[in-house]
């Protein structure tokens, strides 16, 4: 997984070479180092300036613990410094650090010299343990990657590598344990914590027959389960690599602060350079004695040139910048959001439009029945019975519908149905007491009977059943409107989502109707893929600059989802071609993250602006003040750590 920040200027803290165990044990060496020369600094400096009344029998050792408290404090920053310089790397935050202390010591202030150096390291250790904090959240994820599972191999149990599991394997998963690939249950029951897929805290109870996740924790039985997916298409395997490919992927405004502070710190630099030696110049130029006015200037004016460049350093911005983005994104995966980049959260903040999908998107992509109509003499359960014995053999949305709308009928048939057959796209036929029984949609009855009866073909997803030579019942179906859905549309509009539009390929009709109940103005139905493509595109090209939304779940959402600003999965039922050209996934499938992740977009920019203002007018007014002889180096320390620490705190409450 990539690092917070750029290593544009060699922010130590930013930078890892090692792995995270050996960068940790080495973050903390450095820690009690440096608290311990702040300890010793401390003393010195209140024995050189007798706040403490040794400095006449400590006189010989305060500059020698100057200088050894250099040596510790400074050893690792003038060797990066140096290998720089090697590297032609002129301007990292090292060389600037080792420049400023080398020149307080060149105009005889070396409590200073040694003072930047501390803080300098103080800040370091500090930003390391605020940076350390904000990773917790994403590393967490993938520390929880499963070392081994329990299947079944002929009559014995073996353990095995998660990647060796094959679809259709049967795998035992003990109280306490995870779930490593996606499955259905086959034997036991359980309750299972869905946490780290969903940001839920309510578990949900499982049995036979339930498929479950991968990820998933058992909480108190043991169950099997059958694969219906290897390790590496699984669900929380998808999730750790969406992170990492999410953590990768760098903002707008991370691109523009690695290129502003390319130019940035090699422009201060030599206006240091310009404050240092310019006026003192000047000074000697216009003096009758030369040499005498310049170095009595040199050394005020180098003083204030060694105060701009401490404060100068960017390093406020160019780490808590991407420390905003990195903390939002683990936030947003905590509440099972997970984005592909840094640079899709930024754009969720400039969204002003949003495309929705129907079916399983608005609509919880379940069918149920809704109407059942009868022909005079037929009871209703009666017809839900013969239904029942022909949809048992299918597997269907539709009748899956219809068989749980018949679970509780208790209607005994005669006689059992025999030749039972079923037709791609049209429906089922059998024979029931020597005559033919058949149901399916309204094209395939009336081909098989020749006619529809005293019953009328519905705009709406309509199923007959036919016996004999005349329909007996038909049965209206309806994708069921998700019940948050109408609660989010209206908080997508509080937010200022005003253009909101539905795509979908199901008929005009039953589009209207979902997009009247929920009260959004743009709707489109009877569209194939392409048609929604073609739709979407005019959407984003009347939408000038302003970010579109969609939101998806089907294979045929794949090409909007890749051409719109941010493509939006519902990832507990989406394809995974849809999840592969989404840009942000949705793990529970709930609405409500939607509003929720343009707040977490809405909050991070807002911190980064705070950042940014807060950051550049501190520096500014210090650099400023340090010119005019106000400030001194104990101010621009903080102009460059203070503001730094403060700035990733903020950072911080991109978690809250």
């Known amino acids: 997984m990539s690092e917070i920040a750029s290593n544009s200027i060699g922010c130590e803290c930013c930078s890892s070479h090692s792995s995270n165990s050996e960068l940790a044990q080495s973050n903390q060496i450095q820690l009690y180092l440096t608290i311990s020369m702040s300890v010793f600094y401390v003393f010195v400096l209140l024995v050189d300036y007798e706040f403490i009344p040794l400095k006449e029998q400590l006189q010989h050792w305060i500059i020698a613990s100057y200088v050894l ?36 010591w060149g105009i005889g202030e070396g409590a200073e010299g040694v003072a930047i150096l501390l803080f300098f390291r103080l800040g370091e250790a500090l930003e390391s343990r605020v940076i350390e904090k904000s990773r917790k959240s994403i590393r967490s994820l993938q520390s929880m990657k499963i070392d081994q599972v329990h299947i079944l191999r002929g009559e014995q149990k073996v353990n095995v ?20 690939v996606d499955g ?123 105060i701009f460049l401490v404060v ?40 002003k439009s949003i495309v929705f999908d129907k079916t399983g998107t608005l609509t919880k992509g379940e069918l149920r029945v809704v109407e059942i109509t009868t022909k005079e003499g037929i009871s209703r359960e009666e017809a839900l019975s013969l239904a029942q014995k022909l949809e048992e053999h299918s597997n269907h949305p539709i009748a899956r519908a219809i068989l ?48 529809m009866g005293e019953f009328t073909q519905s705009e709406q997803c309509q199923i007959l059943l036919a016996y004999g030579q005349e329909v007996i019942a038909s049965f209206i179906l309806e994708d069921e409107i998700k019940q948050e859905a109408a609660q989010n549309i209206q908080a997508l509009k509080a937010l200022g989502i005003q253009d909101i539009y539905v795509l979908s390929g199901d008929k005009k009709n039953v ?8 009260q959004i103005p743009n709707f489109y139905g009877e569209l194939l893929p392409a048609d929604k493509v073609f739709m979407l595109q005019k959407i984003l090209d009347d939408k000038d600059k302003r970010k579109v939304i969609f939101v998806g779940d089907g294979i045929n959402d794949a090409p909007s989802l890749a051409l719109s600003d941010i493509g939006v999965a519902m990832g507990k039922k989406g394809s995974d071609v849809a999840l592969e050209g989404a840009d942000m996934v949705i793990m529970n499938d709930h609405l409500s993250k939607i509003p929720l992740a343009i707040q977490i977009a809405r909050k991070t920019r807002s911190i980064l602006r705070q950042n940014i203002i807060f950051a550049l007018g501190t520096k500014a007014a210090i650099m400023v003040f340090g010119v005019l002889g106000v400030a001194n180096m104990w ?22």
Not at 312 to 333: D, E, M, Q, T
Not at 638 to 656: C, E, I, Q, T
Request: charged share 20%; aromatic share 10%.
């Open 184 to 306: 259905i249950v086959v034997d036991g029951h359980s309750s299972l914590d869905l946490s780290v897929l969903n940001g839920e805290s309510l578990p949900i109870n499982v049995k036979v027959g339930d498929e479950v996740l991968s990820g998933a924790i058992n909480i108190d039985g043991i169950l099997q389960i059958q694969a219906v997916k290897n390790y590496g298409n699984s669900t929380f395997s998808r999730v750790i690599e969406l992170i990492e490919e999410g953590s990768a992927k760098k903002s707008r405004s991370e691109e523009f602060i690695t290129r502003f502070s390319r130019y940035y710190t090699p422009s201060v630099t030599f206006l240091a350079i310009l404050i240092a030696f310019v006026p003192p110049l000047f000074l000697g130029i216009m003096s009758e004695s030369f040499l005498d006015s310049f170095s009595i200037a040199f050394k005020e004016w180098f003083a204030k040139g060694l």
């Open 635 to 656: 101010i621009a320390l903080f102009g460059d750590v203070g503001v730094a620490f403060l700035a990733l705190l903020n950072a911080m409450r991109a978690l809250r």
């Open 69 to 104: 408290a250099y040596i510790v404090l400074g050893y690792g920053i003038l060797k990066e410094a140096a290998l720089g310089l090697w590297r032609r790397d002129f301007f990292n935050e090292n060389s600037l650090m080792a420049i400023a202390s080398l020149g307080a």
């Open 404 to 451: 749980n709308e018949s679970v509780e009928v208790s209607f005994q048939l005669e006689e059992n149905l025999q030749e039972i057959s079923e037709q791609a796209g049209g429906g089922l036929k059998a024979i029931y007491k020597g005559e033919a029984l058949c149901i399916g949609n309204p094209l395939f009855v009336s081909n098989e009977i020749g006619n």
């Open 312 to 351: 100068s350093c960017p390093c406020a911005l160019v780490i808590s910048i991407p420390l905003s983005f990195f903390v939002s994104l683990g936030k947003a995966s905590r509440e099972g959001i997970l984005l592909k980049g840094s640079s899709y959260l930024e754009s969720l903040f400039y969204a």
């Open 511 to 518: 589009v209207e109707s979902v997009a009247k109940t929920l």
């Open 161 to 180: 590598d998660p990647s060796e599991v094959q679809v259709g394997d049967i795998l035992f998963v003990y109280a306490g344990e995870r779930i490593a």
